[in-house]
């Protein structure tokens, strides 16, 4: 089993920023893609950002220019820098991982709430 453990969601103004990380502990062997969901009420879990363990990354359409996902491996963690929020970007953000080990696993974190007052 994979352990995540999120921080770093809150309240935050419009174009204001807030940092998300994500560290993995337990029975890690390579995580190969660590990133990002999220899902806003009524919405169906969309894309943020997720990053190989080769550094290629992956954003979703709403989030480019603006967030930034970034990965420590010696921590097993993964981290994701949002700027200039908008209201629309209030969710619950859900950290993923892909664990392989002979096959690939994955776990979701438990949610951070990120709130965007206008």
């Known amino acids: 089993q994979v352990h995540l453990v999120e921080s770093g969601g809150g309240l935050v103004q419009a174009g204001g920023s807030l940092r998300l990380s994500c560290a993995a502990s337990g029975s890690i062997s390579r995580l190969i893609v660590m990133g990002w969901y999220r899902q806003a009420p009524g919405k169906q879990r969309e894309l943020v950002a997720v990053r190989t363990s080769g550094g290629i990354t992956t954003y979703g359409d709403s989030v480019k220019g603006r967030f930034t996902c970034s990965r420590d491996n010696a921590k097993n963690t993964v981290y994701l820098q949002m700027n200039s929020l908008k209201p629309e970007d209030t969710a619950v953000y859900y950290c993923?991982?892909?664990?392989?080990?002979?096959?690939?696993?994955?776990?979701w974190g438990q949610g951070t709430q990120v709130t965007v007052s206008s």
């Open positions: 993923k991982v892909h664990n392989l080990n002979i096959r690939v696993s994955e776990y």
